[in-house]
């Protein structure tokens, strides 16, 4: 069975890191690099120590080279002006960040930027395989969801498809410290 190519860019942040560790188990992926400008050059165990990974951080576009599917791991307002690109190039791209979750008008209110891409959004699929695996099987920019939104809708999907929810819900949720990400202070 061919493996899946995948070069996650932004490597070095909790998402990319716990991305890392995933995929390096995952019977179809085949990691083909990890960049960050932070540690480009430095060995993958500098941000990481615990990984047995001996391969060093490399710049964007040498792990694009070799990459069929690329995981953007960066920070909200990043993968806005990085998308566009990967796609003119026939990457499949699966953005960790808010980029693309929320319609334009949501993202400014949100986030306090305008989007760069805004004409992207109708190509995103909204990535949870749970409820729109199909939609993400042919999507080349997905957008995936954050880990309260993740949590909260498929606690409530069952209770909603059995139509047990009238009304509205209200989700109350305590993020630890790693919704705050990662900085270079911590290194």
């Given amino acids: 069975m061919t493996k899946t190519k995948v070069g996650i860019i932004g490597a070095n942040g909790y998402g990319g890191g716990q991305l890392a560790h995933l995929l390096s188990h995952h019977p179809h992926a085949e990691v083909v690099g990890y960049s960050s400008r932070q540690f480009e050059g430095q060995p993958f165990s500098k941000a990481w120590p615990n990984s047995s990974d001996l391969r060093e951080f490399e710049n964007a576009d040498a792990v694009l080279e070799r990459s069929e599917v690329i995981f953007l791991a960066l920070l909200n ?19 960790l960040s808010a980029d693309f979750r929320l319609p334009a008008e949501e993202y400014v209110k949100w986030y306090g930027k305008e989007h760069s891409s805004p004409h992207l959004y109708a190509q995103a699929a909204y990535g949870m395989p749970e409820l729109e695996r199909e939609k993400i099987k042919s999507a080349f920019l997905i957008a995936n969801p954050g880990c309260f939104v993740t949590t909260s809708a498929l606690a409530l999907h069952p209770l909603a498809r059995a139509g047990l929810i009238s009304g509205s819900v209200i989700v109350d949720g305590i993020s630890g410290i790693s919704g705050a990400g990662r900085n270079a202070a911590e290194f």
């Fill in 77 to 95: 307002g990043l993968a806005m002006d990085t998308v566009p690109g990967l796609l003119e190039a026939g990457k499949k791209v699966i953005d």
